[in-house]
């Protein structure tokens, strides 16, 4: 009886800024488990039967980088809208899902190319189709503003949606490997391999850390108390990849590394990759020159 | 200092005689280490955790170098290995798989590892492609060599790094916990390479504490004591009868390896 009483009497918990402890940490484990989850994702369609998938990764990054020069150097918004269309097509052949592909790009281009692009919306000289008078400003976006605008944004979304394509269809080490081609340094290839390799150890660690906390969080923890356990878990997190690191070195050693890196290259360009190449880079020259015409 | 069992006759591949070696120049990781090791044999380290054996393999693939002693592996000198000294041409015979595959694979997929070990030896691209297959169906695990290693279940990434040292095809094989942390199918599949290997002439090196797949896998056993010491060396059966050997070793306890049966009739 005196317990019930002494629990109704007790003061209230904290709700919301349990509520609020609880979002940051599910939300930092969601974040870290979304991330490992899009690069199984990624590598799962990479692997699909499809028309990129099937290219060898070298004229891959040959057509890529002829499609990005053509976005790049395009005025014109239907030769811009054309190039897409091309992405969208390669990636319809490609089993690429459309809504993935189409969402992936226009989810977080609009924003962050629009902020980039908004001043000159309003800055650029000429005719302005809606426009405010305060006092002895006009303030409205011009049309050459509108129109410079759309195309930055069309280019933006272009070159993304390229290179997405060439990520989603490329497994990472095929790609990486490529950049032999375009005479990347082998250490350098190495290293990034390694990065990302790793990477993903360290997240998933890092998941664990996260998860054995929550499980042992039953109460209110202060800010500062929540600060000083991510200071901890990364300097631990920091330590054992100091430690790995040194392993990892000494397995390198044991398979008989002497600092001089070797790499395999299995590609074989055929007739078929060769023609990729070829067409994709007289679509994105013809992209370019179209512009005198329209 | 441990007295050396060895047995008379075997070429020596690793001779160790009063190795000592300290972690970080001050922490004792090995004592008073005599041990020859033959050509051909197939032989068990056991030890409790924290025991040494991992440090001890890192010793004899010419990783580590002793801080005192001597330490010759196929009639060079180890602390000339470790020092870079010939390295190149000792780990073409001596290939040691660590205890943790997370280390072992560090490329992008599991073919690259693979084929790292035969790359640096500078063979041809045709060797390379042979014996990584070679590797791959050995360890039944072909299907997985375009797979990247965060993306394989804990016996895939074992079996992925012991494929990358056989790809190196050593005359040596030092296997660090081949078996831990298994089930058991993939265990028995590791248990059976280690025979087969054996029976193709291969020294073998296993450090464990899993009791159970000793007899099957070594000849001759190594037991390191708490003191990282050589605290028994002998033949796989004598050491394995020898209860109290084994709990002096920290390698079983009373209580959990005798279920049912009373603590005193141990002694």
Known sequence: MSISVSLETAPARKKPKQKEQLGWLEKTLAGIAGSIEQAVFTEEHSRKDGWLQRIDPRAKLGMFIGMVLAASFSNSFWALAFLYGLALLAARFSRVPFDFFVKRVWLGIPFFAGIVVLPSIFFTPGERPLAFTVGSWVIGPTLPGLVGAAIFIMRVAVSVSLAVLLVVTTPWSDLLKSLQALHVPHIFILLLSMTYRYIFLFLRSAVDMFEVRKSRVVGYTSGHDQRRWISGSVGNLMNRSFKMSNEVYAAMLARGFTGQVRSINTFRMTGRDWLALVLTVALAAGAVIARRFL | ?267
Request: with cysteine; charged share 20%; net charge negative.
């Open chain 2, 1 to 267: 200092m441990g007295r050396d069992y060895s047995p008379a006759g075997a070429e020596p591949v690793f001779r160790l005689e009063g190795v000592r070696y300290l972690y970080n120049g001050r922490q004792v990781a090995l004592d008073g280490i005599n041990l020859t090791v033959g050509r051909g044999e197939q032989l068990a380290l056991l030890g409790a955790n924290g025991s040494g054996k991992s440090t001890l393999l890192k010793l004899l693939d010419g990783i580590f170098s002793p801080n005192a002693g001597r330490m010759q592996a196929m009639g060079r000198d180890v602390a000339a290995v470790a020092a870079g000294q010939d390295s190149f041409r000792f780990h073409r015979e001596v290939g040691l798989v660590f205890q943790d595959p997370d280390v072992q694979l560090f490329s992008a997929t599991v073919f690259d590892d693979v084929a790292f070990g035969p790359l640096q030896l500078g063979l041809s691209q045709a060797e390379v492609l042979r014996r990584c297959d070679e590797a791959l169906q050995m360890m039944e695990i072909s299907h997985l060599a375009k797979r990247a290693p965060f993306e394989l279940s804990g016996g895939e990434k074992k079996r992925a790094a012991i494929a990358s040292v056989l790809s190196l095809k050593p005359e040596v094989i030092l296997l660090d916990e081949p078996t831990a942390a298994l089930d058991p199918r993939t265990k028995w599949v590791l248990v059976n390479l280690i025979q087969k290997l054996g029976q193709d002439g291969k020294t073998i090196i296993t450090a464990t504490h899993e009791l159970e797949i000793v007899p099957l896998i070594a000849s001759r056993v190594i037991v390191l004591d708490e003191n990282r010491q050589i605290l028994a060396d002998g033949p796989a059966q004598q050491v394995l009868n020898d209860t109290a050997l084994l709990v002096k070793a920290n390698l079983i306890h009373p209580e959990l390896h005798y279920l049912g049966r009373s603590p005193s009739s141990l002694s």
